[in-house]
């Protein structure tokens, strides 16, 4: 057995001429982080002066009229320093991130159970969070419009309808062989970063502000805070060095605290600190976003997909935020790995009165291929075949490679290989019938098995966020500085592109400086996020540093009378023909010829022509592809569920690090797993959510992962496409390895009555897979029920007359 220790250890690729890349280096804040020497913004040292800022909100109201707040004894309490509200915005009293619905304060009406009414600010945090629950609210309620059903029957809208047609595929489902349809609802997901919301304003001569804050996004923290203060961006600088976490719950939310710290700090003139409490982050920050699908499907008799008609109904909450692209991307990944010859995949997005729903790792993708993969599992049911089976048939091939939307499906013959590869080593169908036979032999424990293939598209698909700046210093004793526009949240960013640039000058990684982001340093950027980090940023600090080289090969060949072909960087020297130096050196010398040592690089991905009004174009660089096969137990009384197996083969390209690259691919894996098995999102009935911390929303523990964990790296020729050493990112894509554990589960229910499809929704929590097996067990009681039974004949008497 190779267990998952074995399987990281045995990922070191061989690099050929290169030293820094494409090598398993340790992230470089590893031991700060396991010695809590990293330094997170709530560890920051504070001046004495520094004010804490806690939000107020009303802890009765989910929606409704505000017709009055009495602030009286809040400001009365002793320590409490202000109370602001939205009249003391000196700019635009909006946080949003393009859409300008999303008021930093609640001014005249209240939208949803935690809207931000006030702020309180005082010398503690401990007494701004107890003088915040002294206010007084006057509401007029309204009745809250909660789930989808109720904001389609109300005709409640976030953004637009939006669709994707290709062919005719009314008439593809009219003419299939078979049909199929259903509703799968598919439940959202908390983000549960470790470092919660945080923001630290501290304010500058001439009304500038400096902010520290824990955000996927500075520049959009910049654009908020020069917003809501009524300044120019110049005037406003964002920084933050590494958060505890952030699986895009800290992309476009960071937006909000970062304001309320800065209207703090300059209505008061002092530093002011804002961190929200588990639970109100809980409740007050958006989520995942949950869906309504409604799904139709045509086939042959072989399992062949002739049509979809897949139409998604999105929670969205109370203010647009990111879901315009987040419920593109679910649209754009409805395929999964499958050739759709006549499809329609419509969305409705959705206004509810609940938190606004925002990005999360996969951005909406993992919710359009858990669709794909369900409908294909109903299918395999439905002809008795495999699911394997069905979803190899189905996949794109030379022949058939074009996607719902347009795009080409460039390396097919990858998805096809990654797959095999897997079933072969996972021993797909050697399990496949001992699955079969401890079925036959167990009636409360049911085992499932899924094999299950991940295509994700890499680029951001709002054009303009696809490019990237980096500023690298080459200073005269060798040494480097480098700084880009990514942010770094645990995922190993930092590290990669610091990699990247030692490559680059030859210059030892413990020469390399990585220092904080910040705008006044690399200005308008994109988020970190789209899985894009490393393409965009590591790419623009390769253009940089490689510009520095070129001028210091072009002096060094002029000095030194040779080819530039003759001069090589590595180990912190420089060979120059038969002359060695150290870059300290050459550095030196450079420097007193007035050769400059520095650069800002700048990237912007190619071949990005996504038109969405005309929905034609290229939206994606290239695809990042997968496997994964798992096996599950599930007992039928219970309801509860164990992983036994899980296989993951994933496609990097050419790994930049395979030890954090494997670190992301287990560690995406298992969030997927928590979002399709255990974290639940609930709501009661008056719209409140009762989840709101860790005793009541559960994420994976180490209890959850399987004893029996195999992880590897796809060995194949690279990305095609030019990125940074012809990697591939790895951020989100393993989120969808965890559909293999759901189908599984799916596979399992489906044993309990061979032949009936299961009404299994995601999450599959032991409620939900306790539900499912008794909805099964009615239909096949029902089908036996109805049979065709002999007639009966009527009892006779030992005399032979009838009784």
Known sequence: MTTKAKATESQTIEAGNLVSVQRPIRHDSAAKHVSGEAIYIDDM????????????????????????????????????????????????????????????????????????????????????SKAARKAVFDVEAYQPLLTQEDAAANDSMVLPDYQFRRGDPEAGLAGADRKLDGTFRIGGQEHFYLEGQVAFAMPQEDLGMQVYSSTQHPTEIQHTVAKVLGVTDALVNAEVRRMGGGFGGKESQANQWAALAAIAARVTGKPCKLRLDRDDDMIMTGKRHDFRVDWQVGFGANGLIRATDIAFQARCGYSADLSLGVNDRTMFHADSSYFYPDAVIRSRRLKTNTCSNTAFRGFGGPQGMITAEKMVECIAISLGEDALTIRKRNFYTEERNVTPYGMPVEEHEVLHDIVAQLEASSDYWVRREKVRDFNKHNAVLKKGLALTPVKFGISFTLKHLNQAGALVHLYTDGSVQLNHGGTEMGQGLYTKVAQIVSEELGVNLDKIRITATDTSKVPNTAPTAASSGTDLNGMAAKIAARTIKDRLI????????????????????????DETFSMAQIAREAHMARIQLSDAGYYATPMITWDRESTTGRPFFYFAYGAACSEVTIDTMTGEMIVNRVDLLHDVGHSLNPAIDIGQIEGGFVQGMGWLTTEELVWDEKGRLRTHAPSTYKIPTASDIPDDFRVRLYEGKGNPQDTVYRSKAVGEPPVMLANAVFCAIHDAVANVAPGFIPDLNAPATPEEILRAVRLMRDQAHRAAETAVKPPVKAPVDPEGAPA
């Open 45 to 128: 040292n504070e001046p004495v002066v520094t004010l804490h800022v806690v939000p107020g909100w009303d802890r009765d109201t989910v929606c409704g009229r505000l017709i009055s707040l009495d602030l009286e004894a809040v400001r009365a309490t002793p320590g409490v320093v202000a109370v602001i509200t939205a009249d003391d915005v000196p700019g635009t009293n909006d946080c949003s991130s393009a859409a300008g619905d999303d008021p930093v304060m609640a001014k005249e009406e209240i939208s949803f159970f935690g809207q931000v009414v006030f702020a309180v600010v005082a010398t503690t945090r401990e007494i701004a």
């Open 554 to 577: 072009a002096h060094l060949a002029e000095q030194h009378d040779c080819p530039p072909e003759a001069i090589f960087f590595r180990d912190d020297k420089v060979v120059v023909a």
